[in-house]
């Protein structure tokens, strides 16, 4: 069944701010996290990931925050661009059986950001 | 860039028809996956495989069948398709371990 899911389908921001996109996951059992940018017509792109015994992990101009206790993840995108206008999708590394892992997507969150 | 290609690009095809989804990769991974997409929703994993001679089935159960007899090929196939199988067909692919996915362009089949 599925594991990882949103909270919210649709974000909307101006542009300069800072975006939060949630994710609610359910398997105690992933080693990672990860975070996806999907533009329209795209395939996914990897943006950043974060293991499970890490509770936070900064990118370039993104964090990711790990709250195993309320099994939350989050992504907060700072000083927002309209190029980062995209669905947002957060995914984990699930093991499948042994030391074999898959890949497997939650629902996504449409961020859009206004001029 | 990634390096991993999908072809067709666009697919429209009659019910019925037997067509087969491309999926190449030049990054020498092991790991590749078949997501199915549907407009503004999640990814569903239909197909995974851990290398050469290794498919494995995922998540959503898919008609769809896939073999893996070369690591950079990892093609899928309808053996007779159906409108219920309208959807984009997402390819990617990953070392082995490695959470970092790439993905290719996609394919967008239509059965009418």
């Known amino acids: 069944g599925e594991s990882v899911g949103l909270h919210l389908p649709t974000l909307s921001v101006q542009e300069g701010d800072n975006s939060i996109i949630n994710c609610a996951y359910s398997?105690?059992?992933?080693?990672?996290f990860i975070w996806y940018k999907q533009e329209s017509g795209k395939g996914p792109q990897f943006i950043i990931d974060?293991?499970?015994?890490?509770d936070k992990r900064q990118g370039q101009r993104v964090t990711v925050l790990l709250n195993k206790t309320v099994k939350h993840l989050s992504l907060q995108i700072a000083a927002t661009q309209p190029g980062d206008s995209a669905v947002y999708f957060c995914a984990e590394n699930m093991r499948s059986g042994g030391s074999n892992y898959k890949l497997t997507f939650g629902k996504g969150t449409l961020l859009t950001v206004n001029p | 860039e990634a390096d991993i290609y999908q072809t067709p690009r666009y697919l429209v095809i009659g019910t019925g028809k037997k067509i087969t989804l491309e999926c190449s990769q030049t990054m020498g991974h092991d790991k590749m996956y078949w997501y199915q997409q549907d407009p503004g929703m999640e990814l569903h994993l239909i197909h995974y495989?851990?290398?050469?001679?290794?498919?494995e089935k995922g998540d959503l159960s898919s008609e769809s069948t896939v073999s893996r007899i070369r690591t950079e090929h990892f093609p899928l196939t309808l053996e007779s398709a159906r409108p219920s199988h309208t959807s984009q067909y997402l390819c990617?692919?990953?070392?082995?371990?490695?959470?970092?996915?790439?993905f290719g362009q996609g394919t967008r089949l239509t059965v009418v």
């Open positions: 990617a692919s990953s070392e082995w371990g490695d959470r970092k996915a790439f």
């Open positions: 974060i293991r499970s015994n890490m």
């Open positions: 495989s851990y290398g050469v001679n290794s498919t």
């Open positions: 398997n105690s059992a992933s080693d990672y």
